[in-house]
């Protein structure tokens, strides 16, 4: 069964067919109205469930629209409407979803719901964010560089901020298409030291470098998110922020990175703490390619799970 659960727990192969893939997609499409079908309608007669126990635009809207794109039909659940959310047990509903539709996508918290729902679930299940991990969203990424520079591979790529579940799923691209990561933030804050040496295992560098300024030198690219993801509690936000505070990507840092460095954010960005606008709307700036492309990357994700 082809599920979709995280970078590192999928072949290289597999990842470098769905980039590949993904972007021949893309360019098929060019020029169409977001609501023409595909030529190729490789999900028709498909239905696909896209659940949610968090909030999202991005990945709500562009699987809904990649579903229709390719011939299938969605429905989008909240997790406290579904019994899920009322003490009906994962497996049971993983085992009742099956008998229903063809692919389950499921943004969640813990990531044992993800790994329980895929566990006993007759149908492919992919990760639409977890506390822990965002891989949908790095694939999108890594599509988004290569269109605008090329190959990943060998590239050095800066994350500035907070070690969490989108910087946790960079660490296994690192690793799975070869880059190297630099990790710059507060100590405390750091990346889970398991995904850190999945990449280095792998044989990408991982740096940990306290001061951003010497962190980005030599960057390709630049990246930051949010200083409280949903799964933090409002309660941390003003010691995160101090925390996080001199590591906000502004003009200033990125005139350390190369020239022609990108900057990344997979949104929704909190403007003026973790990213300035001027980073944000300036000529580094790819983040609503990244978002367009979350689109693309996951209607290729799509057909590989479903072997189309
Ligand atoms: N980047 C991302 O996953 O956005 P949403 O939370 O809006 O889905
Ligand atoms: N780190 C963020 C990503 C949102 C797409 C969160 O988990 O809230």
Known sequence: MNHFLDIHKTDQSALRGIIDQARAMKDAR????????????PLAGHMVALIFEKPSTRTRVSFDVGVRQ??????????TDMQLGHGETIADTARVLSRYVDLIMIRTFDE?????????????????????????????????FEEHRGPIKGKKVVWSGDGNNVCSSFLHAAGQFGFDLTFTGPAQLDPEAEFVGFARNKGSRVTIERDPVNAVEGA???????????????????????????????EELMSHAKPDALFMHCLPAHREDEATSAVMDGPHSVIFDEAENRLHAQKAIMRWCLDK
């Open 30 to 41: 060019k020029g169409c109205p977001r609501g023409t079908p595909d030529a190729d309608q």
């Open 70 to 79: 390719m011939g299938g039909q969605t429905m989008v659940l909240s997790g």
């Open 112 to 144: 044992a719901v993800l790994t329980e729902m895929a566990e006993y679930a007759d149908v492919p299940v992919i990760n639409g964010l977890t506390d822990r991990t965002h891989p949908c969203q790095i694939m999108a990424d890594v599509l988004t």
């Open 220 to 250: 390709d690219l630049v990246v930051t998110d949010t200083w409280v993801s949903m799964h933090d509690s409002q309660s941390s936000k003003e010691r995160r922020h101090n925390l996080l505070r001199g590591y906000q990507v502004n």
